[in-house]
Each structure stands twice: as C-alpha cells, then as structure tokens.
C-alpha cells in the first residue's frame, strides 16, 4: 500500500507515516514508483504506533518505545516499565476527576436541597 492508501484506508495522518518512516523503522518498505509501499509488517507496527499516541505517549517515547520493540525481547522490561509509568499518570488523572464529580455533585444537591424548600 502507498502511504496516501495506507492514510486513507486506515485514518492514520500522514504526518504520523513521515514520522515512522524517519524513524527508520520501515525495515520492509520499499520505495516503488516515487511512492513508499508499506507491508503487513509496516501497518501491525503503525497500528501500535497510533495506539502509543492514543494512551498518551508523546512522539519521543513512541520513538523510543518503537526502537526498543525493535531491539526484541530483552527490551520487555523497559517497555513495561514505560506502560506502567502512562498507566499511572491515566489514574491520577480519573481520581483527579473523580474529586472533581464529586464536588460539582455536592453543589448540585445543595442547589437541589434549596430549591425544594
């Protein structure tokens, strides 16, 4: 697939396909016809890409994340590590809005309270 099919059909921006390709993880791409074709092996890897983005991970760790998945195995240690450390950040962030509900459902009862009498 062309980047512009592999854009398209997938809903990757284009911007994130010039990132991987200059990452050099393209190990299969191959230029034909003035156009980068990517394999089976090129989207699994943008599909994991695009989840990186999504839980988070801004572009230096998900360069980083994906150099490390290159690397094999060994690298499982430090990838935990770095999923855990986004994991953690998410939960903070829902007990963060947890208080917050919390507040905003204490002013709406006080409001619900006052008008009933």
């Not at 943008?46 to 994906?66: A, P, R």
């Not at 990838?79 to 709406?108: G, S, T, V």
Request: hydrophobic share 40%; net charge negative; proline share 2%.
């Amino acid at each position: 697939m062309t980047a512009a099919e592999v854009s398209e059909h997938y809903k990757i921006p284009l911007n994130i396909l010039e990132e991987y390709k200059s990452w050099g993880l393209c190990g299969a791409v191959q230029k034909v016809m003035d156009d980068w074709q990517f394999d089976d092996e090129d989207l699994e890897r943008l599909s994991l890409i695009m989840t990186l983005h999504d839980i988070g991970f801004d572009v230096e760790e998900v360069e980083h994340y994906m150099n490390l998945v290159l690397q094999g195995r060994q690298t499982e240690p430090i990838r935990m590590k770095m999923l855990n450390e986004i994991r953690e950040k998410a939960l903070d962030e829902i007990h963060f809005r947890e208080k917050q509900l919390e507040r905003m459902d204490y002013l709406r009862y006080e409001i619900r309270k006052s008008m009933r009498v």
